[in-house]
Antibody, heavy 119, light 107 residues
Framework: EVQLVESGGGLVRPGRSLRLSCEGS????????IQWVRQPPGKGLEWVSG??????SIAYADSVKGRFNISRDNARVYLQMNGLRSEDTALYYC??????????????WGQGTTVTVSS | IVVTQSPATLSVSPGERATLSCRAS??????LAWYQQRPGQAPRLLIS???TRATGTPDRFSGSGYGTEFTLTISSLQSEDFGVYYC??????????FGQGTKVEIK
């Protein structure tokens, strides 16, 4: 079964850091780009960041640029989140693209991991 | 690039037709996807390439459009179709811009 599983979420104080992890199974992880998408409570989807198959193309939303860092290693993609703010509170999904680059649709999604930023 | 969906909410009776719209601020060719999100669930890919149904998408769902104007049509709404629908462009930077969603609710 093709699957993505996120982990690493939790409750954190403003200004602190968290590292999210996304583990893939059931497919050749190295052949696909992976994206992070978040959903604040009761709101819509917001694209956060993406990394292509060989880590040569990386993108960030303006809202997280300079604070978040995406990387990949083996069958995992990581999202290092620094300088967290209350507006980063959301359910974070990782999703697999249908191709090598970032410019594809997202055909497999994890169930998400919750990040809550609060003092 | 900005992606705008309309309407924000669509009230439809089971068995009726539903038409959802998505507009991009710049031409994105056919690089548009539609996702369905049911309450408490992760989004699910319905359509990519503006009109190609994903594996498992029922044929009552159809997508159309090119450039800046796109439409998702559900020909005869079933109870499991109620939820929120998002379009997403993957042609321009940044590579994953979503619309704000259209909630399809029971009339």
């Amino acid at each position: 079964e093709v699957q993505l599983v996120e982990s690493g979420g939790g409750l954190v104080r403003p200004g602190r850091s968290l590292r999210l992890s996304c583990e893939g199974s059931g497919f050749n992880f190295d052949e696909y780009a992976i994206q992070w998408v978040r959903q604040p409570p009761g709101k819509g989807l917001e694209w956060v960041s993406g990394i292509d198959w060989n880590s040569r193309s990386i993108a960030y939303a303006d809202s997280v640029k300079g604070r978040f860092n995406i990387s990949r290693d083996n069958a995992r993609v990581y999202l290092q989140m620094n300088g967290l703010r209350s507006e980063d509170t959301a359910l974070y999904y990782c999703a697999k693209t249908t191709g090598l680059s970032l410019y594809y649709s997202l055909d497999v999604w994890g169930q998400g991991t919750t990040v809550t930023v609060s003092s | 690039i900005v992606v705008t969906q309309s309407p924000a909410t669509l009230s439809v009776s089971p068995g009726e037709r539903a038409t959802l719209s998505c507009r991009a601020s710049q031409s994105i060719a056919s690089n548009l996807a539609w996702y369905q999100q049911r309450p408490g669930q992760a989004p699910r890919l319905l359509i990519s390439g503006a009109s190609t149904r994903a594996t498992g998408t029922p044929d009552r769902f159809s997508g159309s459009g090119y450039g800046t104007e796109f439409t998702l049509t559900i020909s005869s709404l079933q109870s499991e179709d109620f939820g929120v629908y998002y379009c997403q462009q993957y042609n321009k930077w940044p590579p994953g811009t979503f619309g704000q969603g259209t909630k399809v609710e029971i009339k």
